[in-house]
């Protein structure tokens, strides 16, 4: 199996997930909305195992246990950054990890650095730079406020999300399947997620007026949508992380900044110009010389 396939469906699920989580906890209790969705994707993640397998040892365990806990701590800023900064320009700000994440792919000898990879590599840095750069100069209105405290939330993002795909080869390694990894997480996420909703008594409140005012159809429906976008992100994400090298699956990650702005035009949330337009090509023809090479 070529996994820079999975790697491409993991970004488009994530996209679509991406974009209808942000919708999402911005007209429903921020916990609530988690809790939900992390259930529905931990009982098809278990359905995935059932018809394949799960597979795990204990030396793989602490890996698993690490990896469920930096991941979920990396979740819930982003999260948390969505109700300060608009998701297309989180996703902009997380493009941040692929510097990080080419220099210990480089040092861990999982990348051999040519001049054509180098060259791809740089092209689609300066696309996404073009890209922010529009973003942050055109002037059009936000729909959400601006605030430092949300940049703040995005770099944490960051930070503890790159350590995701190199946990995942530790656990492989030590005998643990994707299943098995991905489901570490949820047995963590799902009752963290839990006991935070329990404790959000005034969330709680306002979930029920939600659902006196006739929006429990909605909410379920948002919360079954983002559940199962998520479960596809998880598995083809971690089959790509074990068999191929970290760079080339955040490289091709990355086109998720041109999904999600996509989205926004379609919602009519953004408008084309040309420099984005200039951008979205380049970092198109980037990433399919990356998946080439």
Known sequence: MNYRYTAVIATVSNSFCDAVLDYAVSRYDYYRVLLWTSFTAFVLQLCWGVVTHISFSVVSLPFVFIHAVLVLAGYICFVRSLAFIPVALVGL??????????????????????????????????????????????????????????????????????????????????????????????????????????????????????????????????????????????????????NDAPTVVVVIEQMRIFLLFILSVLFKTDSFSLRKTIALCLGVVSVIGVYLN
């Open 93 to 242: 700000i997380e493009s941040s990890s692929l510097f990080l994440t080419f220099m210990i792919d480089a040092a861990l000898g999982y990348i051999q650095v040519t001049f054509y990879f180098a060259a791809m590599f740089l092209l689609f840095v300066f696309s996404v730079f073009l890209f922010a750069g529009d973003c942050l100069t055109d002037g059009r209105q936000c729909f959400k406020q601006l605030k430092p405290v949300g940049f703040f939330w995005v770099l944490a993002s960051v930070l503890f999300y790159v350590s995701a795909p190199y946990l995942v080869k530790l656990s492989d390694g030590a005998g643990a399947n994707e299943t098995a990894i991905n489901l570490g997480y949820y047995l963590v996420a799902v009752p963290y997620f839990g006991r935070q909703f329990l404790k959000a008594r005034s969330g709680r409140d306002a979930a029920m007026r939600e659902m006196a005012r006739g929006l429990r159809q909605n909410f379920y429906s948002l919360c079954l949508l983002i559940g199962i976008l998520e479960a596809v992100y998880y598995v083809f994400e971690t089959f790509s992380f074990i």
